[in-house]
């Protein structure tokens, strides 16, 4: 939607992406989403899993973990409070 609105290949929007947050679109989500999901991870004990994935953009508890192992190296219950 955003290449559309702005006229512009989705090649260009990861250049220039990349050029501004020297990182790519991917990872700068992944990040933001892994950020999300340990601040809900630590402070709403009344979440499970599957609220606080759905609550940080994840698809499901299995997409939040797979990033959590590659990030941390553990399962995302490992860090809940």
């Given at each position: 939607?955003?290449?559309?609105?702005?006229?512009?290949?989705?090649?260009?929007?990861?250049y220039?992406?990349?050029?501004?947050?020297?990182?790519?679109?991917?990872?700068?989500?992944?990040?933001?989403?892994?950020?999300?999901?340990m601040?809900?991870?630590?402070?709403?004990p009344?979440f499970?899993l599957s609220?606080i994935?759905h609550?940080?953009?994840?698809?499901?508890?299995d997409?939040m973990?797979q990033?959590f192992?590659?990030?941390?190296?553990?399962r995302?219950?490992?860090?809940?409070?």
């Open positions: 939607m955003i290449c559309d609105h702005l006229g512009r290949s989705r090649r260009w929007l990861e220039a992406f990349r050029e501004e947050f020297q990182q790519s679109p991917k990872h700068f989500i992944d990040e933001r989403r892994l950020k999300k999901a601040h809900l991870l630590q402070n709403t009344q499970n609220q994935a609550q940080s953009g994840f698809s499901s508890v997409q973990n990033l192992i590659k990030k941390h190296g553990r995302a219950i490992f860090f809940k409070k």
